[in-house]
């Protein structure tokens, strides 16, 4: 199917603020952003299927992209991380919110296609920004500069909350924790999701 924009997409673009743009927003779509979601509801500005990625947003147009628990819905993911880099301004950031692959209740979903970890982002990343632990650059040819990672801390028991927040603190105070972390702990502490904010490569 095509985008169905409902809104006067060329206005909201050109119209001087800052283009901030929701992906997957579903019916609770943040003020002043452009709502992008699959299904037709109220507040969703652009209906489209994200598997085709973003052509009805033009190269270097946005300001802030954000996308919240919808990337492990893609199958194609590459394609959706080309065109996300390609509508950000050179100085414009992506806030994405994905599962970490420790989560149990990940696997509840059967709408979910792929996994995420520690080390998924850095596989847009060039070589001399990598972690520790070096992941290969060279599958595609789509680049990013992470500007921030963080493990996310979560549980549905109150007892065990303080805890995990505790927990999640201590091993956000460096990367090489976080490493360390996914390595060794993840099964013993299940991460809830990542945070990362990442913006184009010049």
Request: hydrophobic content about 40%; proline content about 5%; aromatic content about 12%.
């Given at each position: 199917m095509?985008?169905?924009?409902?809104?006067?997409?060329?206005?909201?673009?050109?119209?001087g603020?800052?283009?901030?743009?929701e992906?997957g927003?579903?019916?609770?779509?943040?003020?002043?952003?452009?709502?992008?979601?699959?299904?037709?509801?109220?507040?969703v500005?652009?209906?489209a299927?994200?598997?085709?990625?973003?052509?009805?947003?033009?190269?270097?147009?946005v300001?802030?992209?954000?996308?919240?628990?919808?990337?492990?819905?893609?199958?194609?993911?590459e394609?959706?991380?080309?065109?996300?880099?390609?509508?950000?301004?050179?100085n414009?950031?992506?806030?994405?919110?994905?599962?970490?692959?420790?989560?149990?209740?990940?696997?509840?979903?059967?709408?979910?296609?792929?996994?995420?970890?520690?080390?998924?982002?850095?596989y847009?990343?060039?070589?001399?920004?990598?972690?520790?632990?070096?992941?290969?650059?060279?599958?595609?040819?789509?680049?990013i500069?992470?500007l921030?990672?963080?493990?996310?801390?979560?549980?549905?028991?109150?007892?065990?909350?303080?805890?995990?927040?505790?927990?999640?603190?201590?091993?956000?105070?460096?990367?090489?924790?976080q490493q360390?972390?996914?390595?060794?702990?993840?099964?013993v502490?299940?991460?809830?999701?990542?945070e990362?904010?990442?913006?184009?490569?010049?």
């Amino acid at each position: 199917m095509d985008a169905l924009v409902k809104i006067d997409l060329k206005e909201a673009i050109s119209g001087g603020g800052p283009v901030i743009v929701e992906l997957g927003c579903g019916p609770k779509k943040k003020e002043g952003r452009i709502g992008v979601d699959s299904i037709d509801l109220p507040n969703v500005d652009i209906v489209a299927d994200l598997e085709k990625g973003l052509p009805f947003l033009p190269d270097n147009s946005v300001d802030e992209l954000h996308c919240r628990s919808v990337l492990e819905h893609i199958q194609n993911f590459e394609n959706l991380m080309r065109d996300i880099v390609r509508v950000l301004k050179s100085n414009g950031r992506a806030y994405i919110f994905v599962p970490h692959f420790s989560n149990p209740h990940y696997y509840s979903d059967y709408t979910h296609k792929r996994f995420f970890g520690l080390y998924t982002f850095y596989y847009f990343v060039d070589n001399k920004h990598q972690l520790k632990r070096k992941v290969p650059h060279f599958y595609t040819d789509v680049r990013i500069i992470i500007l921030s990672q963080r493990l996310i801390f979560r549980s549905s028991f109150k007892i065990i909350k303080p805890f995990k927040k505790l927990i999640g603190w201590f091993i956000n105070t460096h990367t090489l924790l976080q490493q360390y972390y996914e390595e060794n702990l993840c099964y013993v502490i299940p991460c809830h999701g990542i945070e990362v904010v990442f913006s184009p490569a010049s």
